[in-house]
């Protein structure tokens, strides 16, 4: 940067901390680049004299904790000392505030120490005498000790960020020998408060004394057999930040904000200790840990389990500290279960006791508590880690001790998927809903785990909880709430259970036929045509039930739930599609009137016409014109319409594209052929989608006509056809001559990736017909050729741009590669433009063109010999290709990528074996390629190991990814 005006400064800082987010931006720029110049050790401290406001004082503080971070080679070592006298009296200065200023400077004097621990040794013992000693005239002590607890807790946080050239293993480890003495210190802080009253003050210093030693433990590590005595004093602090404000006779019972504070910290700082990553190498130290956490915090739990209870905060953070220890513990823990050691059987079972009632907890989630949710992943950990034992007898064993468990929590969750009812909903806001839906998820995931332990027995404790729910209804008929909970339990398990159950599942049945839904909240007729959608499987087999399963779907069809209905009747006419033939008819005449009235919002329509597609299959063939006219000709003559009055409303354009996707919807559905797999009706003599395209493929270039500039339009259009070729196969061939008017009508105005994709499904589909070879053949040679004058078109910069467009169109032609190459061998369609604009697309930062470059240029390669002209191309382009490929790894392409290129390497070694070592010597002998970092003794060596590697590809991945690090410089220094 030019020389930097001091006054421009300050006016931009101050500037930047006072506009708008719009103006900030601008500003950001230029004062990151004056941060990140030789001059800024100059002017960060004129920005910190006395008198500057207080934006531009924090400002320079920043600048010089930056400095130190990250340009710590720009200081001189004689000039090192000086910088540390005026560190220190900088926070001499302004240890009467703002206390802002003051915090970065004390994380600017860790960042200090960290690189001076060799010429520094007792850095972090000055400090700590320093401070704690009061040997600073005129700053009180309370600030004393704020000042070394800061600096204090910010060397571990710093450790993990600063640029050093010392190895991090190595300044990991000079830190961690310093780690008793800071443990020492806080702890004797600690212990002196804990008999003393507490205020303002003491809070405050007790908050950042505790954070501080959980920086330490987390970041550093702190041996978990030297951590009892600072546990117990945690303990203790957790306990009086408790019960002093429950018990105070003239308080509300409700922990304020430095209590709330102060315990949370404790109680996380004792989750840190118990889940270092080398603790469970100390499994009785962990086990004594985990029950003084028992001995000391149950009483709390116990105390505060109840609805809407003041001092939700701490439960949350003792619960959470109770799963974190048995999900770090899980296996000494499990052995309590077979142990004959009775005080790890009792332990074992109090921390298992603790977490069912914290899953227990009364009260709806998130608005009447808050902790149920946090122990969902515990009854996942304690099932998986039985079922998958070892050892039969011993698993058989836990299996049986936890039955009785999970048959209890299954109750538990049921309570627990109560929604709230009319007279409490109004205290819920749009976040919590949306909070209760995945906790509801998360019960159906945990019904799950409970069915994996219990089996069968789950639809019988279910079952029973119904009929108790039942008989409740019968004194308070509209409490609708346990019952929705039931029928949505039964739906979460609903995948477990085939045909052969006929107990349960048939009551459950009954029971959704038969509930008076008119008198209930509409969300319970939501919950029963989900569960009937679920049971398609059972239905199948059980076809007895399927008339009222339609019976209750078209009431909901009817209803505000609508989009459950049409999921539900989707999934039946799918699973069911034989069993519903004698009622297809008459459901026919029931969704057209659902479809006409424009109640159902359109993705529930295009659900509809699904099964509508389903359900038409199955009428006799002189029926089915009937109920296309009925149905579908709606569909086109909007679309229709649309298309000749040209009305490009934003309106029509919604219009058109829902409709399309009717259109599309119904083509994928609608099939009257036998399907070996799902024999449903006699051939027919000609597919309906046909005769629907015979009629309808004008409206379809009339779309490509008007909407041409419209993306979503075409891809919707495209869609549809793609889903009638798919379904019509070899009956589609009447209609492939339009298919390609269709194309390339679009072509000649534009490439898209709808259009490439249908394209490459038709030739896919019909180039093996003799009859058909030729058109599709010509269809290939327009798609290169109007792909070739898009990227032709584009600017150099500029193909990221059309990335997606680049992805499909080498998708489709590795797919051709694949599948038919014989029709790549075509004079008209040039190889070296193919290849040139697959290296273009291995170099951009997307990785969908990258991928599928790769992998065309993989496949043509081991094509090519087989085909003349592929070969000379190869011969003419294979140096150039190795010398993208290796540019890409070295410096090009994200390094996630960078495993792709092994394809290259291995396809040219595998068919260009001499060519290979001759190319790849070539590329690599250019000076300072692919980068000036690699030396030349690197490069003959990658050199060798790729031409030596023609097999083994996840070893050619690891020689790649070890030259990409080497190339860019990321050798790890740390």
């Known amino acids: 940067m030019d020389s930097i005006d001091i006054t421009r400064l300050e006016e931009a800082v101050i500037q930047f901390y006072r506009s708008t987010s719009q103006e900030q931006a601008i500003?950001?720029?230029?004062?990151?680049?004056?941060?990140?110049?030789?001059?800024?050790?100059?002017?960060t401290w004129l920005l910190m004299q006395i008198g500057k406001t207080q934006e531009v004082q924090f400002f320079g503080a920043m600048t010089l904790h930056s400095k130190l971070m990250k340009h710590w080679q720009e200081v001189p070592p004689e000039s090192r000392e000086e910088l540390k006298q005026k560190i220190l009296e900088k926070?001499?200065?302004?240890a009467a505030g703002p206390k802002l200023v003051l915090n970065r400077l004390c994380i600017a004097l860790s960042a200090f120490i960290l690189h001076m621990f060799n010429e520094w040794p007792t850095a972090i013992e000055d400090v700590i005498n320093t401070f704690q000693n009061q040997q600073i005239p005129n700053v009180s002590k309370e600030m004393q000790l704020w000042i070394m607890l800061e600096i204090l807790q910010a060397i571990p946080e710093e450790m993990q960020a600063v640029y050093t050239s010392v190895k991090r293993v190595t300044l990991r480890a000079q830190v961690f020998i310093r780690a008793p003495l800071v443990m020492e210190t806080t702890q004797t802080y600690l212990q002196s408060q804990l008999e003393q009253e507490w205020d303002m003050e003491s809070f405050i210093n007790m908050i950042r004394t505790v954070k501080c030693i959980s920086s330490w433990v987390k970041n550093v590590g702190f041996p978990i057999e030297s951590c009892q005595n600072i546990t117990i004093i945690l303990l203790k602090i957790v306990n009086k930040c408790y019960w002093s404000c429950v018990q105070d006779p003239d308080g509300d019972g409700c922990m304020s904000a430095d209590e709330n504070e102060l315990a949370e910290i404790s109680l996380k700082t004792l989750q840190n200790i118990i889940i270092q990553p080398d603790c469970h190498l100390y499994p009785k130290t962990a086990l004594l840990l985990i029950k003084m956490f028992l001995d000391s915090l149950c009483n709390i739990t116990k105390n505060e389990w109840k609805r809407d209870n003041n001092n939700e905060d701490?439960?949350?953070?003792?619960?959470?500290?109770?799963?974190?220890?048995?999900?770090?513990?899980?296996?000494?823990?499990?052995?309590?279960?077979?142990?004959?050691?009775?005080?790890?059987?009792?332990?074992?079972?109090?921390?298992?006791?603790?977490?069912?009632?914290?899953?227990?907890?009364?009260?709806?989630?998130?608005?009447?508590?808050?902790?149920?949710?946090?122990?969902?992943?515990?009854?996942?950990?304690?099932?998986?880690?039985?079922?998958t034992m070892d050892n039969t007898e011993e698993r058989i064993k836990c299996w049986e001790f936890i039955k009785p468990l999970y048959a209890h929590l299954t109750r538990i969750l049921v309570r627990k998927a109560e929604q709230p009812d009319e007279t409490s909903i109004h205290k819920w806001s749009s976040d919590d809903l949306e909070a209760f839906r995945c906790y509801r998820q998360d019960i159906s995931d945990t019904f799950i785990y409970c069915y994996d332990v219990l089996h069968h027995?789950?639809?019988?404790?279910?079952?029973?909880?119904?009929?108790?729910?039942?008989?409740?209804?019968?004194?308070?008929?509209?409490?609708?709430?346990?019952?929705?909970?039931c029928i949505f339990s039964f739906q979460s398990v609903a995948e477990h259970f085939g045909g052969e159950e006929n107990v349960q599942i048939p009551k459950l049945m009954r029971v959704l036929s038969e509930i008076p839904y008119d008198n209930l909240n509409e969300k319970l007729l939501g919950t029963s045509l989900e569960t009937v959608g679920a049971y398609c499987q059972w239905l199948q087999e059980n076809p007895n039930y399927i008339k009222p399963a339609i019976e209750l779907l078209l009431r909901g069809l009817n209803s505000s739930m609508s989009a459950q209905a049409t999921l539900g009747l989707k999934e039946l006419c799918r699973d069911c599609q034989l069993q519903m033939k004698p009622f297809a008819e008459a459901l026919l005449l029931a969704c057209q009137p659902s479809l006409s009235r424009g109640q159902m919002k359109n993705t529930d329509c295009v659900r509809l016409m699904y099964s509508i597609g389903k359900l038409m299959s199955l009428l006799p063939a002189e029926k089915i014109p009937n109920y296309l006219d009925m149905i579908v000709s709606p569909c086109f003559e909007e679309v229709h319409a649309i298309c000749q009055s040209e009305t490009k409303t934003a309106s029509a354009r919604l219009r058109t594209i829902f409709q399309l996707n009717m259109i599309a919807t119904l083509f994928s559905s609608l099939n009257t052929d036998v399907d070996d797999d799902n024999q449903i009706n006699e051939m027919q003599s000609m597919q309906p989608v046909l005769i629907v395209m015979q009629k309808t493929m004008p409206i379809f270039r009339l779309i490509a006509e008007v909407w041409v500039d419209e993306l979503e339009v075409l891809e919707t259009a495209c869609n549809a056809l793609k889903h009638a070729i798919i379904n019509l196969k070899n009956?589609?061939?009447?209609?492939?001559?339009?298919?390609?008017?269709?194309?390339?009508?679009?072509?000649?105005?534009?490439?898209?990736?709808?259009?490439?994709?249908?394209?490459?499904?038709?030739?896919?589909?019909?180039?093996?017909?003799?009859?058909?070879?030729?058109?599709?053949?010509?269809?290939?040679?327009e798609f290169v050729l109007h792909s070739f004058k898009q990227f032709e078109n584009t600017p150099e910069n500029g193909f990221s741009n059309i990335a997606e467009i680049i992805e499909m169109f080498y998708a489709c032609?590795?797919?051709?590669?694949?599948?038919?190459?014989?029709?790549?061998?075509?004079?008209a369609i040039s190889y070296d433009k193919l290849i040139f604009y697959a290296l273009k697309a291995m170099t951009l930062p997307e990785n969908g063109p990258i991928r599928t470059s790769v992998q065309f240029i993989s496949h043509f390669v081991m094509t090519s010999r087989f085909f003349r002209g592929m070969t000379q191309t190869m011969l003419n382009a294979g140096e150039e290709i190795l010398r993208t490929a290796v540019l890409c790894v070295g410096c090009i392409t994200p390094r996630q990528q960078v495993?792709?290129?092994?394809?290259?390497?291995?396809?040219i070694n595998k068919k260009y074996p001499a060519e290979m070592a001759t190319w790849l010597k070539a590329v690599m002998r250019v000076e300072n390629f692919p980068t000036p970092i690699v030396d030349e003794t690197e490069k003959s060596k990658f050199v060798s190991h790729v031409i030596r590697e023609k097999v083994n590809k996840r070893l050619l991945q690891n020689h790649l990814n070890e030259f990409s690090i080497k190339a860019r410089g990321l050798t790890d220094k740390f």
């Open 457 to 485: 027995y789950i639809l019988d404790i279910l079952a029973a909880v119904l009929d108790e729910t039942l008989g409740e209804m019968q004194n308070n008929p509209t409490q609708w709430t346990k019952l929705e909970a």
């Open 27 to 43: 500003t950001h720029d230029w004062l990151t680049k004056a941060q990140a110049s030789p001059q800024a050790w100059q002017f």
């Open 899 to 907: 495993d792709k290129f092994a394809d290259i390497f291995l396809a």
């Open 813 to 827: 032609l590795t797919q051709l590669l694949k599948k038919i190459p014989q029709s790549l061998d075509d004079k």
């Open 314 to 387: 701490i439960v949350v953070h003792i619960y959470t500290l109770f799963v974190s220890a048995v999900e770090r513990h899980s296996q000494v823990l499990l052995s309590g279960i077979t142990t004959t050691d009775s005080e790890l059987s009792d332990l074992y079972r109090r921390l298992v006791h603790e977490i069912l009632q914290c899953t227990d907890k009364p009260g709806i989630y998130p608005v009447e508590e808050s902790c149920s949710n946090m122990a969902m992943g515990f009854w996942y950990l304690l099932q998986d880690e039985v079922l």
């Open 91 to 94: 926070i001499v200065q302004f």
């Open 731 to 781: 009956s589609f061939k009447p209609m492939l001559q339009d298919l390609c008017y269709f194309i390339v009508a679009i072509f000649q105005t534009r490439c898209c990736a709808p259009t490439l994709e249908i394209s490459k499904t038709a030739i896919l589909l019909f180039y093996k017909d003799e009859s058909s070879t030729s058109l599709m053949q010509q269809l290939l040679v």
